[in-house]
Each structure stands twice: as structure tokens, then as C-alpha cells.
């Protein structure tokens, strides 16, 4: 079975931009759950879906929103980038919130 | 805020077992223990997990102790790919939040 996948891989925006990531989970997982990884907080959870909803949400600003389609895949948005949005988003899929498998990431910097 | 104390970081020679610790004194009776690892820049990689067992799968052993306050991973015969930052989380699953709620991990080096 493939993967979790995650499209770019690497990113540069530039302040005031925005920006959309995407995953790709596992094929049958129905959860997806999104990370963000910085060296001074550490992983921090964003939000997670399950059948095109959203059923819970990180203390995130509102910059940061996601979706999910009904083919399981989900995409997380950032609105007007921040320097401070420099970061690994991770995504994670489960069969239904369970077990988590992750992707390997999308490198996000903000110039 | 985390639930677990794990040590900054270990240190094991190659081919030998490594055993990494993790308290989680005020563990609930449904949560489970899960152990993720990330190698530099990776996304984690699932390990195992348990609620009251020992459990053994391809990759490690988990220990939990019989009063679940306390457990240990167990990668029975390092190399030098086992070299990541080991993560030790609880959790109830399923739970109404989804999440996992990370802490800084123990960052393991295997040396030769």
C-alpha cells in the first residue's frame, strides 16, 4: 500500500502570500490530521477531517484553514503568510482518528 | 502540554538492545501508549503501541508496567538508521480530540 504523500515537497513564499498544501493519505483512511513542526515549538496540531468534515481545531489564528474532499484528500491553506509560518506541515491519515501514519512533510519557508 | 517524560537524549552502541524510558504517571485507564520516531527532517514514523501488554512487533518491543505508569521501547539490535528523536505519547483512541499531543522526545544517536 502506498504512503502517505504530501505535494510540494519544498516551498518559498514571501510575506503577505498565500499558500496550499496538499495530502494525499493512505488508500481507505478517512481521517486526515495536520501538523505544523518548528524548532521552537515543536509539533503542534493544526486541525483533522474525517468524511469532508472538520471534527477538531488547534489553537491556530484563522490564517490557517483546511478541507477535504470526498475522496479523502485534504489541503490545508495559509493566508497571508507570516515569517513565523517558516515550518514542516505534516499530515497524518488514519483509518477513522486511530493510528496515524504521516508523510514526509512539505518544507515551507517565508522570506 | 504532554502528557509523558521522556530524557533529552541516550546514546547505545551499535548491535546492542536499545531501551528507551518514558513516564506517564497520570495515565488514564483507555489511553494508550504510542511511540512514534522522526529521523533529521522526516515525517514521524509510527512504532508501535499498547494499552496494558507487552507488545512486539517487526520493529521494537514495548514494555508498559503493571501499574502503567511507566514503559519502555525496546529496538533489540540497533544500527546507525535507528539514530532519530523517539517520541512517547498517550492517548485515548479513539478520543473526542484526534490529536496527538506531542513532547520533545528523546533523541537517540547509535554509534558504531
Known amino acids: 500500500k502506498a504512503g502517505v504523500t504530501q505535494t510540494p515537497r519544498y516551498l518559498i513564499k514571501t510575506r503577505g502570500q498565500q499558500v496550499t498544501l496538499s495530502c494525499s493519505p493512505i488508500?481507505?483512511?478517512?481521517?486526515v490530521s495536520w501538523y505544523q513542526q518548528t524548532p521552537g515549538q515543536g509539533l503542534q496540531f493544526l486541525f483533522e477531517y474525517f468524511s469532508e468534515t472538520q471534527r477538531n481545531k488547534g489553537n491556530f489564528p484563522g490564517r490557517f484553514s483546511g478541507r477535504q474532499f470526498s475522496n479523502s484528500r485534504s489541503e490545508m491553506n495559509v493566508s497571508t503568510l507570516e515569517l513565523g509560518d517558516s515550518a514542516l506541515y505534516l499530515c497524518?491519515?488514519?483509518?477513522?482518528?486511530?493510528?496515524?501514519?504521516f508523510g514526509p512533510g512539505t518544507r515551507l519557508t517565508v522570506l | 502540554d504532554a502528557k509523558t517524560t521522556q530524557p533529552p537524549s541516550m546514546d547505545c552502541a551499535e548491535g546492542r538492545a536499545a531501551n528507551l524510558p518514558c513516564n506517564h504517571s497520570?495515565?488514564?485507564?483507555?489511553?494508550?501508549v504510542y511511540w512514534y520516531r522522526q529521523i533529521h527532517s522526516q515525517g514521524p514514523q509510527y512504532i508501535i503501541h499498547?494499552?496494558?501488554?507487552?507488545e512486539t512487533n517487526e520493529m521494537a518491543s514495548l514494555i508498559i508496567t503493571e501499574d502503567r505508569k511507566s514503559s519502555t521501547l525496546i529496538l533489540p539490535h540497533a544500527t546507525l538508521r535507528d539514530t532519530a528523536v523517539y517520541y512517547c505519547?498517550?492517548?485515548?483512541?479513539?478520543?473526542?480530540?484526534?490529536?496527538?499531543?506531542w513532547g520533545a522526545g528523546t533523541k537517540l544517536i547509535i554509534k558504531p
Open positions: 499498547g494499552l496494558k501488554n507487552n
Open positions: 488508500s481507505g483512511h478517512r481521517s
Open positions: 497524518a491519515s488514519s483509518l477513522w482518528g486511530d493510528t496515524q501514519y
Open positions: 505519547i498517550v492517548r485515548v483512541a479513539p478520543d473526542s480530540n484526534y490529536q496527538l499531543i
Open positions: 497520570t495515565i488514564s485507564g483507555n489511553e494508550y
